[in-house]
């Protein structure tokens, strides 16, 4: 394969990888029924969580359990205003995005910068290469010399497949947010949960901010996640709600972004902001084009209270 | 029913009145307490990204140093730029900046409102009336430095660049005179530059350096902001020649950081407010560089008092000082043109 070929698809994973840990987290809130507009503040906030669990132990392992940690807070905040108050889910998620942003920053200052603006750096992951795998010539530089966080994010679709269509739980996980109701009369709770799938989903999310702090570029700037969240967020309509086409998806997503760079590389006489504009064109494209006939969660957006409580 | 209501009515008002009062306690108590003047800086970014952000906070330190008092806003939106300047002005700052071209527009609105005060767009592009001004370093001059070097220490014969903000006016000087130093100094030289969307994205800039090595280039330039870091990290991880903006980029990877365009934003903001103390308003335009010895602008510096890696050879040095002296001189003239800063080959 041509190596130029072999460089696109390399920069196509990497760019897919964040993107991909973002969006399974966010089917499993969405197919429970609680709308994953805060993605991008769940990765943000994994993103500090990662640099600032690195930075102060000088542990990566701590850095990614803290990254996990600091999205399943914001999952935790969104599940109670949104499931449990049963606020908005559209309002929540932005509100949570802007919070997020808000919050990281102050965190960065105040605790770790103690009221000044810190410059904090942590080590990169090393690549984990897969024994065996990793000497096949041209796939196995590509496909299995990568660091850790990117087998996670391509793997984690075949488990997170089977949960939601083979398991029970799973079953019960998608009633929640097609038919509450329906979950209820057969004795699940679906007010719980939807507040567990959206802790979990904000969970894994996180690990995409981690993505981009311990395997990119080893560090915190606010804002860091630049949208990348609602590029998730369109990857999992475009997905249709199912983890290998929302893989499917984030990887289109990566290799148009990858193009914006080589169609540059390669002096094609473009202007860059229209170059720029391609992926999130692509988007739109394929959201016009299927959206409408893509079956969204019937129960998403729609409020449900535990019948018990209220 | 109605007295309840009534009294409610004056307990509303007691309250607001409670809090006038104490709004204007603190008020007297901090104009009385105030310095005689006051300098406001507004930031594209955040203040630690080791790059635009904090040379424009170094910038304002230093006023702070000649007796101002500060204060500054990180992370102005485009669409708060007005507020934010308004808002500075109304409560009695003398100078505020805006610390990028970006700021210009904003500058020239909310300037004409304010005529006592001093507002000052860093890298802008233009005066306005007889209170909004401009300052930059000479990005010709210190880009055309870094493309002379960067074509010079290639080994492969392909260098790049990664740059923000394709077409304004800062940007074509920049991004220009680096192709133009770069063919000056190796002729077959090829030069590939990819604009981004955003400045502070580091894993974008990163993707973006790994796409320019990818095809052959083996010194990549840049001029951003905190995704400058993502260019050091590609360099690094790739062992190619890099530049960066502050000797904090050196530390990330001192093998592979070439040097620095180290912007002396303290030094240009500290004439501006001296001017300010002295009573004089400025809606000049005012570029410093090579031929302003007095004051720079900026310098390349790969630690202080170092200015170069050691991998630099001292032929290439002897080389970029003739260049220096003849921009200084005017022998060399830059004038580069949109063509000259396109993006691409």
């Known amino acids: 394969m041509d190596s130029a070929v072999l460089d696109f698809l390399a920069a196509t994973i990497r760019i897919a990888t964040p993107l991909m840990l973002a969006a399974m987290g966010g089917i499993i809130s969405e197919r429970a029924g609680v709308f994953a507009v805060g993605l991008e503040g769940m990765m943000l906030a994994g993103a500090f969580g990662a640099a600032a669990g690195t930075f102060l132990t000088g ?40 919070l997020v942003a808000g919050l990281t920053s102050f965190l960065l200052r105040g605790v770790i910068g103690h009221g000044r603006t810190p410059v904090i750096h942590t080590a990169l992951l090393d690549p984990w290469p897969v024994p065996g795998l990793s000497a096949i010539p041209v796939i196995g530089s590509l496909l299995f010399q ?40 057969v004795g699940a709770n679906p007010a719980k949960i939807r507040t567990v799938a959206t802790i979990a989903g904000a969970a894994i999310t996180g690990l995409g901010g981690a993505v981009l702090v311990l395997q990119q570029v ?42 914006h760079l080589w169609v540059q590389v390669l002096g094609l006489p473009v202007s860059s902001y229209i170059v720029q504009m391609l992926p999130y064109l692509l988007a739109l494209a394929v959201l016009a084009a299927w959206g409408r006939s893509v079956v969204m969660p019937a129960a998403i957006g729609v409020a449900y209270g535990d019948p018990d409580r209220s | 029913m109605i007295g309840t209501s009534q009294r409610r009515c004056k307990t509303t008002w007691c309250s607001w009145a409670f809090v006038a009062l104490a709004v204007a306690i603190t008020l007297a108590a901090s104009s009385s307490s105030a310095a005689d003047y006051k300098a406001a800086l507004l930031l594209p970014g955040s203040i630690n990204d080791q790059s635009w952000n904090a040379d424009g906070y170094a910038g304002l330190t230093k006023i702070k140093e000649l007796g101002f008092e500060t204060a500054y806003t990180e992370n102005v939106d485009a669409a708060d730029h007005v507020d934010a300047m308004r808002d500075y002005a109304r409560r009695g700052f003398n100078i505020i900046i805006g610390h990028s071209g970006r700021f210009l527009t904003a500058e020239e609105r909310v300037g ?3 005529p006592n005060v001093q507002f000052i767009t860093a890298a802008g592009s233009a005066g306005f009336g007889k ?23 290639s080994k492969t014969g392909k260098i790049g660049g990664v740059y923000g903000l394709e077409g304004l006016p800062t940007t074509i000087d920049h991004v220009g005179s680096f192709r133009i130093c770069a063919k000056k100094a190796r002729p077959n030289i090829q030069v590939t530059v990819l604009y981004i969307s955003d400045m502070e ?43 960066g903006r502050s000797y904090g980029q050196t530390a990330i990877s001192p093998e592979n950081v070439l040097t620095n365009i180290i ?4 030094e240009m903001y500290a004439a501006a407010a001296e001017d300010v103390k002295a009573g004089k308003l400025s809606g000049a335009f005012r570029v410093y560089g090579l031929d302003t010895p007095d004051a720079t602008g900026a310098a390349l510096g790969y630690l202080p008092d170092v200015p170069y890696n050691k991998a630099v050879p001292a032929s290439v040095i002897a080389e970029l000082d003739d260049v220096k002296q003849q921009i200084a001189s005017g022998a060399i003239k ?6 000259d800063a396109r993006g691409g080959r």
Not at chain 1, 59 to 76: D, E, F, K, Q
Not at chain 1, 246 to 259: I, K, P, Q, R
């Open chain 1, 146 to 185: 990568q660091p850790p966080l990117t087998y996670l994010a391509f793997t984690a679709t075949v488990p997170l497949y089977w949960f939601l269509v083979n398991s029970h739980a799973g079953l019960l996980l998608r009633a929640a947010g097609e038919n509450p109701a329906a979950a209820y009369s």
């Open chain 2, 263 to 266: 912007e002396k934003w303290p």
């Open chain 1, 218 to 259: 080893g560090t915190f700037s606010d804002g860091m996640t630049g949208g990348r969240g609602f590029l998730a967020l369109a990857a999992i309509i475009v997905g249709r709600w199912m983890p290998f086409g929302t893989m499917a998806a984030c990887l289109v997503f990566g290799a148009a972004e990858a193009m």
């Open chain 2, 131 to 153: 209170n909004v001004s401009s300052i930059d370093f000479n990005n010709r001059h210190f880009a055309c430095l870094i493309g002379y070097l960067a074509a010079k220490m």
């Open chain 2, 334 to 339: 830059i004038e580069p043109t949109r063509e």
């Open chain 2, 201 to 243: 994205d580091a894993a974008s800039a990163k993707e973006a350096a790994f796409s320019l090595i990818a095809a052959g280039a083996d010194v990549v330039a840049g001029q951003l902001n905190a995704a400058q870091t993502g260019l050091i990290q590609a360099a690094k991880e790739k062992n190619v020649f890099v530049t």
């Open chain 2, 112 to 114: 004409a409102e304010f």
């Open chain 1, 59 to 98: 542990s990566t392992a701590i850095g990614i359990a803290s990254s996990i940690g600091c999205g399943a807070l914001v999952g935790l905040t969104v599940a109670v205003v949104a499931v449990r108050f049963r606020a908005d889910q559209m309002v929540t998620g932005l509100a949570a995005n802007a």
